[in-house]
């Protein structure tokens, strides 16, 4: 029996680079408060690769030629907005993790700078960074739009203030000052421990920067803002070890190419993920006293960054397992209905417990301080 994969969503054709359709994005109303995926697009096929396409191009290249700037965006229907508000050198991502191939497409247009505009949350400011590397990677220009904390996206920016005069000449920074400002509260604290968390997270972000010039202009910004000395602030920096290629690293591998490897279940892989994540983050505790951090983060690895778990989804509305003879298929198809079941059965507080309570009931072997430091971090949620 066939199955309608984008019943009771609002639909959103995607086009090539030359106003082709080649699938589509299904938005959920704004008025559906269920726990369903807020977008899913069409299936993988030899027209469509989401990791091949920004959204909009098409509408968006010669605007671009002209000003040699181009405004980058999560969403499909911050480039709709963008467009009703006459904002035309606009592209999106449409949810995926930007790859360089992507970002080395944008100088075949003479781009020069890049304006970030990511989701106003930690996921956002996650992606926008992970971008800002791969643009430095290539000698663009990349600044961030600053977008009032009020606001979620450029496009609730857009709608909110459209009756003010030249509401749509974006104020943008630097996106490396921009970093560093993002950090002043704590660089500038009394507690010395906030203000040596922040400064290596800055430091870590900066030493994948190629060039030393600009690198050394950011070194020294960050002197001036924290009040520590260059040479010292320098000295730290030569210990991190540089990523060689720093897009293969930063992304994440899908939970089923993970499980082959390791040998354990698709959903196991899931949470060995999470772990790391996790773990990473219960350094930030006395930078986020509302553990505001890692839940956006969970979610965000759960929901963005594993596009193969959602094109598991997409293949099962078509396929029959009786008519699949791959192996791996077959394995893509129940990791896919395990995160998807995941996602939609429960509610986000359930889900975060079922996450949490797998993660401590499955890594007791973890040496002892590990373990009490993610049980003091995670079971703050299971008390709700």
């Not at 986000?348 to 430091?373: H, P």
Request: charge should be neutral; include cysteine; charged fraction near 20%.
């Amino acid at each position: 029996m066939h199955k309608d994969k984008f019943k009771s969503r609002l639909m959103i054709p995607i086009f090539n680079k030359q106003g082709q359709v080649i699938g589509f994005t299904g938005r959920v109303f704004p008025w559906d408060r269920s726990e369903r995926p807020k977008y899913l697009n069409s299936s993988q096929s030899q027209w469509f690769h989401k990791g091949e396409n920004w959204y909009g191009w098409h509408l968006a290249k010669e605007s671009i030629k002209h000003t040699k700037q181009v405004i980058l965006v999560e969403g499909n229907m911050d480039v709709i907005a963008g467009h009703c508000h006459k904002i035309e050198n606009i592209l999106a991502s449409q949810g995926t993790s930007v790859g360089l191939s992507q970002v080395k497409q944008l100088r075949n247009l003479q781009v020069q700078d890049v304006l970030l505009a990511f989701d106003n949350d930690n996921a956002g400011r996650i992606s926008a960074t992970k971008l800002y590397l791969l643009c430095q990677q290539v000698g663009l220009n990349t600044y961030q739009i600053i977008i009032n904390s009020q606001y979620k996206d450029l496009d609730e920016y857009l709608q909110a203030n459209s009756h003010q005069p030249n509401y749509n000449k974006l104020t943008t920074q630097e996106y490396g000052q921009y970093l560093i400002d993002s950090h002043k509260t704590n660089l500038q604290s009394t507690d010395l421990i906030t203000q040596k968390l922040s400064i290596e997270q800055i430091l870590k972000t900066l030493s994948q920067l190629e060039n030393r010039i600009y690198q050394e202009q950011l070194i020294k910004y960050l002197s001036q803002l924290s009040g520590i000395n260059q040479d010292n602030l320098e000295v730290e920096l030569s210990k991190i070890p540089k990523v060689r290629n720093f897009e293969e690293t930063n992304s994440v591998q899908a939970p089923v190419a993970i499980a082959r490897e390791k040998q354990v279940t698709p959903f196991q892989a899931m949470i060995n993920i999470a772990w790391d994540k996790v773990m990473a983050l219960h350094l930030d505790k006395s930078l986020d006293p509302k553990y505001e951090t890692i839940t956006e983060t969970i979610f965000y690895l759960f929901g963005t960054l594993w596009p193969a778990m959602r094109e598991a989804q997409s293949l099962d509305n078509y396929i029959l397992f009786k008519q699949v003879e791959l192996e791996l298929i077959k394995t893509e198809l129940k990791a896919g209905g395990v995160w998807i079941n995941l996602l939609t059965d429960q509610s986000q507080a359930n889900l975060i417990k079922t996450i949490i309570n797998y993660i401590i009931s499955t890594k007791a072997n973890y040496s002892s301080s590990d373990q009490e430091i993610i049980n003091q971090d995670l079971t703050h949620y299971l008390k709700s």
